[in-house]
């Protein structure tokens, strides 16, 4: 694999959280919605002809509640996947960055103060751990042999 395409794959843990706070921010929407459907549907006068709204403003929250739950267990599974294939590269600081980076989402200045370098450093150390990367097994789709 190419520099890029490493740090595409080590992306994907990341991508996959985006997808997750995206998916809280949709149920949290759908909440909000229902509670206004049920303060419509109070017996106040000018509820409105449709009656169905709530149920299916239940539905839809429970559609994705669902899908929340899927992404989060991709999440899951998605982190320990990349994680399996930083901790095999044999230098501790290396990892820490690459763990950094691309578990904790942290930008590169936050790595260089979180370990104690200048950005320079990290930055050398960021290209050296991504092509110590041991990917070529992973992009098959499969698991490590």
Do not use: F
């Not at 694999?1 to 990341?14: A, F, S």
């Not at 998605?78 to 989402?105: F, K, M, S, W």
């Amino acid at each position: 694999m190419t520099y890029e395409e490493k740090i595409q794959w080590l992306g994907q843990y990341r991508a996959a959280v985006r997808r997750e706070r995206l998916l809280e921010g949709e149920l949290e929407m759908l909440r909000s919605a229902a509670a206004r459907v049920t303060a419509c549907l109070s017996g106040m006068p000018g509820a409105g002809p449709d009656v169905d709204r709530l149920p299916k403003a239940i539905e839809k929250i429970e559609e994705s509640k669902k899908s929340l739950e899927r992404q989060i267990e991709e999440c899951v599974a998605c982190r320990g996947v990349v994680l399996q294939v930083i901790t095999r590269v044999p230098r501790a600081d290396v990892q820490e960055v690459l763990r950094r980076r691309y578990i904790l989402g942290q930008n590169y200045e936050e790595i260089a103060d979180a370990v104690g370098v200048v950005l320079r450093r990290v930055y050398q150390i960021h290209r050296a751990g991504v092509m110590a990367l041991p990917l070529e097994e992973e992009t098959g789709g499969g698991e490590a042999s």
